[in-house]
């Protein structure tokens, strides 16, 4: 029961790391090289939000919003639950739906998927958005005040190549750990989300199995949750020795 679930939460979970990065890292870097302007203090505002809201909260919203009144209102809408609305239209190879999707080569399925996958993926990656873009800012205000980056802009390099090549590769050290963290608890499970979207993961079943006292299943869940932890801790680490050549194992 957990290996045929568990894909539908890998796909959830590297859906939304992806949307997590993309807008927690501009975010994080808008806000260090605008400090104290417009730009940072609405980066601050959202990244406060994020980490804010509790997440059943916001994916309820989401429902209400893109379901519910868009339908209401006569506009596209998204679907508010499930991970497909086409279940056996394509053979299940991955059993992640956009991924068979794609192998199956037919588009309307995986069309399908996508438009299931949005709310829950960005509903699950709003919170850690906030996180990452707070750390980005942090790291990247510390870095560019270091004298190696004085240096670097009075040999006259472009502020670009100062910014993305110089200072950003150090700021993300901790920025690093904190996303290897984040797709370790998704993978494991994001229980709230996957329940309010009626996702068939294993964090929605995680759930069931309190409910219902399902001891085996639950420790399952727990060692592998471990496992993904530990597993993600060390390719953090290693991931550190190409950031950081000062780093060495």
Known sequence: VFSSHFSYTVELSV??????????????????????????????????????????????????VFFYYFSLWGLPHLPSSGASGMEGAVSRVTGMPVLDGILAG????????LAHLILPAFSLSFISMGFLARIIRAS????LRQDYITLARSKGLKERVVIYRHALKNALIPAVTLTGMFFAMLLGGAM?????????????????????????????YTLVTAAIIVVANLVVDVIYVFLDPRIKY
């Open 15 to 64: 859906a939304a790391i992806i949307l997590t990065v993309a807008i927690g890292l501009p975010l994080g870097i808008i806000s260090a090289l605008k400090n104290n302007k417009l730009p940072d203090h609405l980066s601050r505002i959202t990244a406060l939000t994020g980490y804010s809201t509790p997440a059943y909260w916001f994916g309820f919203i989401l429902q209400l």
């Open 106 to 113: 037919n588009l309307e399925y995986t069309l399908d998927a």
């Open 192 to 220: 709230i989300t996957e329940y309010v979207f009626a996702w068939p993961g294993v964090g929605q079943l995680s759930l069931r199995a309190v409910f219902q006292g399902d001891s085996n299943f639950l420790l399952v």
């Open 140 to 143: 990247m205000l510390e870095v």
